[in-house]
Structure formats: structure tokens, C-alpha cells
Nanobody, 116 residues
Framework: QVQLVESGGGVVQTGGSLRLSCAASGRTFSQYAMGWFRQAPGKEREFVAGITGGGSTNYADSLKGRFTISRDNAKNTVYLQMNSLKPEDTAAYYC??????????WGQGTQVTVSS
């Protein structure tokens, strides 16, 4: 069983920055690939960024250069640094992982609102 708890969302003006955090339970956190997804009202959930246990990263093409994913295995935490935020970045942001047994877990989400 893995629990994921996101934090760091809020309201920010266009051009501002936020850093989201996702704290994970479990002693084998360092082995898991972790990901961030987002879902805007009326839209499907979409991939934002991912990071492997070894630290390799990948991003949605449209977000490269503005968003950075990182992890601190000592703290069982993955981060999403979001810069130059735009109103279209407004969404609920979710942390996600899939364990070695194939079980998928989602956090409860944290809301990000970018005002114009």
C-alpha cells in the first residue's frame, strides 16, 4: 500500500511560480517511478512530468522549459517546480506511481489556479 499526499497548490498570478510536493509512504520509494498529471475542468487528465527511481526525467512537450520534476529519496518526496505560469496551467495536479507489482496509486490532488 502506497499513500501519496500532494501539497503546495494555490492561487498565483500569470508569470508566477509554484512548487508542488508529493510525500509518499513506503520504504521502497526510491525504486518507484513517480509522475505528475493534471486535470482541468471539463478536460481529461493529462501527463505533466515523470521521474524514474534513478532520476531520469521526461515531460509533456508543451511544458518543457517551464516545469521541472525532481525527487528527494531521503524524504520520500517528489517535487514539481512550475515557472512562468499561465492561466491554461490552471488545474488539479495529481501525483502518481505504479509499484513493481503493477498497482497504481494516485494522490488526492492539489489545486493550482493561475489568474490573468
Amino acid at each position: 500500500q502506497v499513500q501519496l499526499v500532494e501539497s503546495g497548490g494555490g492561487v498565483v498570478q500569470t508569470g508566477g511560480s509554484l512548487r508542488l510536493s508529493c510525500a509518499a509512504s513506503g520504504r521502497t520509494f526510491s525504486q518507484y517511478a513517480m509522475g505528475w498529471f493534471r486535470q482541468a475542468p471539463g478536460k481529461e487528465r493529462e501527463f505533466v512530468a515523470g521521474i524514474t527511481g534513478g532520476g531520469s526525467t521526461n515531460y509533456a512537450d508543451s511544458l518543457k522549459g517551464r516545469f521541472t520534476i525532481s525527487r528527494d529519496n531521503a524524504k520520500n518526496t517528489v517535487y514539481l517546480q512550475m515557472n512562468s505560469l499561465k492561466p491554461e496551467d490552471t488545474a488539479a495536479y495529481y501525483c502518481h506511481t505504479v509499484t513493481s507489482t503493477g498497482s497504481a496509486y494516485w494522490g488526492q490532488g492539489t489545486q493550482v489556479t493561475v489568474s490573468s
